[in-house]
């Protein structure tokens, strides 16, 4: 059977890997064993996969990116470039930690920033937007705008990536889709 997904000559996919439709793998990438991969996904250069990783459909994950056992992404997740998941909370060379990774789930839509670190252990919620160079240490509401080290949050994003700006009365419309949303008891909600 043909594969439907292109990976360059120079990745590695371990066996036992499930890898969507469409999906790009580019160079010097690897993927190692039973990952669940969606379909169109893309994977830049120098990208490590580990263990059981599972991501969505639609997933971008940019170059330099370590992406480790324990990490769930849903679908349209973006990594920006260089970014780094961890999966112990204290970790040490001489102590082996295996048995005690912790998982994090990065909801639909989310984005994550170049150079940012996401500790293990939390959740990004959907949407949120994680600015560049940011370390999260806490979960991450949906629609969030997170930056810093320690990363806080600063506003809210819509779907489309813009910032939004809320009314007196709790309403912001977004100025790329025009969409509205509603901030009520500290969470958006998008007014279909």
């Known amino acids: 059977m043909q594969k439907e997904y292109f ?5 590695i996919i371990d066996e036992g890997c499930k890898i969507g439709k469409g999906t790009k793998i580019w160079h010097f990438t690897h993927i190692m064993s039973n990952c669940t991969i969606g379909e169109n996904c893309n994977f830049g250069q120098n990208v490590v996969v ?3 990783v599972i991501l969505g459909k639609n997933v971008k994950v940019q170059n330099n990116v370590s992406i480790y056992t324990g990490v769930i992404c849903e679908d349209d997740v973006f990594l920006g470039p260089s970014m780094v998941f961890t999966n112990v909370t204290n970790p040490r060379s001489a102590v082996n930690r295996k048995s005690e990774y912790s998982r994090t789930l990065v909801k639909h839509g989310a984005t994550i920033g170049a150079n940012a670190t996401i500790v293990c252990g939390h959740e990004i919620g959907e949407f949120a937007f994680i600015g560049a160079g ?8 949906p629609y969030a705008l997170i930056v810093g080290n320690p990363a806080h949050q600063i506003g809210w994003m819509s779907e489309f990536g813009q910032r939004l700006f809320f009314d007196n009365e709790g309403f912001a419309v977004c100025s790329e889709s025009n969409e509205m949303y509603k901030l009520e008891n500290g969470k958006v909600l998008k007014i279909d």
């Open 7 to 11: 990976a360059h000559e120079t990745a």
């Open 50 to 52: 580990s263990p059981e």
């Open 134 to 141: 940011a370390v999260v240490a806490k979960n991450v509401p």
